[in-house]
């Protein structure tokens, strides 16, 4: 059977279509991304200069750890190094005598525009973030966060993952059954879990879990404790960050879920002939997960930041314990590189959102976007 002129050009047109479809989507997508990375310069750069705008701290311990940090970073080029007391470039720093040659060292600060350009180097050509002043003397700031970020992420993953389906299935349940009992029930069960802070349910599980029952570990296992008390450390951080999402999650999906159903084109589904299910599965839930995802993905960064009590209330070797730890000693170089971290995965989660939007409703096109 021959194909027919018109519809060889017909499957052309839809070729060259898809393939427009894809070169904009990309160009979206490399835009966002741009768009992303220069928010995320900005952003990082006023942090940098405020942080230096404040008073120096200097850095503790004996003073060869002292002599150690001040000779980084006279490396690093945040501090300038005289063998002579200068005028010109403020209060001294540190002054040390060498032993072996009686050369005595004067440190001073460099102009804080300097800084920044040195600053801004040394990312760019060696990934070099500073050193920690207080927290781990001397130690990559990098370092630092890379080796505590691990236990964030596996307590927010495993958090996430239970909160999100749990919390979508209960609202699709209270939908369902839209002011019947179990949909005042769990509407009630939303506004306690809603109303009650972070802290406060920490504390009366670690309470009642950890110190009355002996239940749960009443701090979090060392990497080096077997492997049954490790897992029992995750049951109480899971539980607290996973309980006031579940009630969001509820509480948003009901709420749109009933919006959808009592939409014009669900009814028009029905009278083609599906079923309450089938209408619901086919178009309501499609249709109400467009502005759900975005809550996703606007409550893991919000348990990110939750984080940060539960870390330092438990004992969590996270990011965030370690932020309250650089904010109370004055780490700034740590608490920067934490606070950079913060603000990357709020860009990129800003980015996925986006693309998601294409994806969950193909209504929604990027080049409505451009």
């Keep these: 059977m021959h194909v027919t002129l018109p519809a060889r050009k017909m499957k052309y047109n839809r070729k060259k279509k898809k393939k427009i479809g894809v070169m904009i989507m990309w160009k979206y997508v490399l835009k966002r991304i741009g768009l992303a990375l220069m928010t995320s310069c900005i952003i990082l750069s006023l942090t940098f200069i405020l942080i230096k705008c404040l008073p120096f701290e200097r850095p503790v311990g004996l003073i060869q750890q002292q002599f150690s940090y001040?000779?980084?970073?006279?490396?690093?080029?945040?501090v300038l190094r005289f063998n002579f007391p200068q005028s010109g470039y403020g209060?001294?720093?540190?002054?040390?005598?060498l032993p072996s040659t009686n050369t005595t060292y004067h440190y001073y600060l460099k102009p804080i525009m300097a800084q920044y350009t040195q600053w801004l180097g040394n990312i760019l050509t060696k990934w070099d973030w500073g050193t920690s002043s207080h927290i781990q003397i001397n130690v990559s700031a990098s370092a630092i966060i890379a080796n505590q970020l691990p236990y964030t992420v596996?307590?927010?993953?495993?958090?996430?993952?239970?909160?999100?389906?749990?919390?979508?299935?209960?609202?699709?349940?209270?939908?369902?059954?839209?002011?019947?009992?179990?949909?005042?029930?769990?509407?009630?069960a939303v506004m306690i879990m809603t109303s009650i802070p972070s802290f406060v349910l920490i504390a009366f599980l670690m309470l009642l879990l950890c110190y009355n029952n002996h239940i749960l570990p009443t701090q979090w296992p060392a990497d080096s404790a077997p492997m049954q008390?490790?897992?029992?450390?995750?049951?109480?951080?899971?539980?607290?960050?996973?309980?006031?999402?579940?009630?969001?999650?509820?509480?948003?999906?009901?709420?749109?879920?009933?919006?959808?159903?009592?939409s014009e084109y669900l009814l028009l589904a029905r009278t083609k002939g599906l079923t309450k299910q089938q209408a619901i599965l086919r178009?309501?839930?499609r249709n109400a997960m467009v502005p759900i995802v975005p809550s996703i993905l606007a409550e893991v960064i919000g348990l990110l930041g939750g984080s940060m009590i539960l870390e330092s209330l438990y004992g969590i070797p996270g990011i965030g314990r370690l932020y309250t730890l650089a904010l109370t000693a004055?780490?700034?170089?740590?608490?920067?590189?934490?606070?950079?971290?913060?603000?990357?995965?709020?860009?990129?989660?800003?980015?996925?959102?986006?693309?998601?939007?294409?994806?969950?409703?193909?209504?929604?096109?990027?080049?409505?976007?451009?």
């Design 70 to 78: 001040y000779e980084d970073q006279v490396h690093q080029g945040f």
């Design 330 to 370: 004055k780490d700034y170089n740590v608490l920067f590189v934490d606070m950079a971290g913060f603000t990357t995965i709020s860009l990129l989660a800003g980015v996925i959102l986006d693309i998601s939007y294409g994806v969950i409703a193909p209504r929604i096109r990027m080049r409505a976007k451009k």
């Design 91 to 97: 209060d001294l720093l540190f002054k040390y005598q």
């Design 229 to 262: 008390e490790r897992v029992l450390g995750y049951i109480l951080p899971v539980c607290c960050l996973s309980f006031g999402s579940i009630a969001g999650y509820c509480r948003f999906v009901r709420a749109e879920l009933c919006e959808v159903m009592s």
């Design 283 to 285: 178009h309501a839930l």
């Design 154 to 188: 596996k307590v927010n993953i495993f958090a996430t993952l239970i909160s999100v389906p749990l919390g979508i299935l209960l609202g699709i349940v209270a939908a369902l059954n839209k002011n019947k009992p179990i949909d005042h029930f769990l509407s009630t």
